[in-house]
């Protein structure tokens, strides 16, 4: 377990001189890293703070790190150098911009020119903030997988029988990862129709969601060496949010018996500021009870992150009357049965070498209450049960023109609420 030393960055008195909400995702406690350009400026490394972007690059290039890390880190387009250079220098980094902005702190950067440092996100286009080499979709979810398993094999037992003895994962495609706000062409793809004797070819008619969270990894492994239970968060930088979008109808056809592919690969949302574990450090929880125990290499006391997340989707029609989004799930991070750190061990295991920037999530996160699913063929029981829309609409899967957006956020007594901002999509016709 990598645990913060003292610096105080998450205490809830700390305050920023910069104004921020009481309801920003981003307030001083928080401090995710992310990726931005302007007009006038290229893809840079920066930092939220309620309605701001601090300018990383121009930051580093005022000598504010230069104790801290060497300035190349901090002016790299994207986060893979920063990402590989590890827990003591990004806490060393967190430190000094925490300290660059707290109202009683290094005034260095509110006494000079603060507009050359501070961005407004609005004027910034976000984007994804790493190159991602490798992107991993894991099944970490009991009640998710147990849904799946009733709904598919209603007779028999919901769970395979590996599920409680590993991670189980697919390898997805990080080509078409995107980042918040870039619309979902409906893909295209073989399905085979209940009762056809042949499949056909076409747009999905099934087009679902899947709420999840991942982890950014920051050093790598070398090939033939794992990743150590008991070390893995040392290889953990943060978390994003994450919709694998998901085509039923094409993913039912292809995935047995080599899994998802085209039905996954068309598109994977994931949310523009990686949140760090120091600033989710306040919310860790202890891990769901695992039983039968896992083997030695995956036994740890274990921990997750109590981080509150929710789905929320408009209809064309919605917005054409100015009626806001309805909320149609809402659930929990903190019940994952296989926690990050398992998820990463069991990935290397076998000498599979990571590399800074490789994105791997949780897989879709359900509750077991009605309404805390996180993908439509569970909260429509496999189109059985529509939703019913404040408009009069129904939906059992997504609809030309829908846009869905995943929210997360963390919030207890004694602590600042913290957020990971948004992870929105709206989909296009085929």
Same mark, same amino acid.
């Given at each position: ?181 870039? %619309? ?139 009626? %806001? ?106």
């Amino acid at each position: 377990m990598r645990v913060s030393d003292g610096d105080a960055t998450t205490d809830l008195p700390l305050q920023s001189w910069l104004p921020v909400s009481p309801e920003s995702d981003f307030p001083i406690q928080n401090l995710p890293f992310g990726s931005f350009s302007t007009p006038d400026a290229g893809p840079r490394i920066g930092i939220a703070i309620g309605d701001r972007i601090l300018d990383l690059h121009n930051a580093a290039g005022a000598g504010f790190f230069d104790d801290c890390c060497d300035r190349a880190l901090l002016r790299a387009p994207l986060l893979n150098p920063f990402l590989a250079a590890g827990p003591d220098v990004w806490t060393l980094v967190r430190r000094r911009i925490s300290n660059l902005l707290r109202i009683d702190g290094d005034a260095r950067l509110r006494e000079g020119n603060a507009d050359r440092f501070l961005i407004k996100r609005d004027d910034a286009a976000l984007r994804v903030p790493m190159e991602i080499g490798d992107y991993v979709d894991f099944y970490s979810s009991i009640e998710h997988a147990t849904n799946l398993g009733r709904l598919f094999r209603p007779e028999a037992e919901p769970l395979l029988p590996n599920w409680k003895w590993l991670p189980v994962g697919y390898h997805g495609r990080s080509a078409t990862i995107v980042i918040d706000g870039t %619309p979902i062409r409906r893909p295209r793809g073989q399905r085979k129709p209940p009762g056809a004797a042949e499949p056909e070819f076409g747009p999905t008619r099934r087009l679902d969601i899947e709420l999840e969270m991942g982890f950014v990894v920051g050093p790598g492994n070398e090939l033939g060496r794992p990743v150590p239970i008991h070390g893995a968060e040392n290889h953990i930088f943060g978390f994003v949010l994450v919709n694998d979008w998901s085509a039923r109808d094409i993913q039912a056809w292809e995935y047995q018996p080599l899994g998802p592919f085209l039905g996954k690969s068309f598109a994977t949302t994931i949310s523009p500021w990686i949140v760090t574990l120091e600033a989710l450090e306040p919310f860790r929880v202890a891990a769901k009870p695992q039983d039968p125990p896992p083997l030695e290499y995956l036994k740890t006391d274990g921990s997750s992150y109590a981080v509150d997340l929710a789905v929320d989707l408009q209809t064309e029609d919605m917005r054409e009357r100015g009626m %806001p989004p309805q909320r149609i799930s809402q659930t929990s991070f903190r019940d994952i049965y296989w926690t990050a750190a398992q998820q990463l061990a069991h990935a290397t295991v076998n000498g599979a070498a990571t590399r800074p920037g490789d994105l791997y999530a949780s897989g879709t996160i359900s509750g077991s209450a009605p309404g805390s699913q996180g993908s439509l063929i569970e909260l429509t029981w496999n189109g059985e049960r529509p939703i019913k829309l404040p408009d009069g609409e129904t939906r059992t899967f997504l609809e030309d023109g829908d846009e869905v957006t995943l929210h997360g956020w963390c919030e207890k007594p004694g602590a600042r609420r913290i957020g990971f901002g948004a992870a929105r999509g709206r989909i296009e016709a085929a």
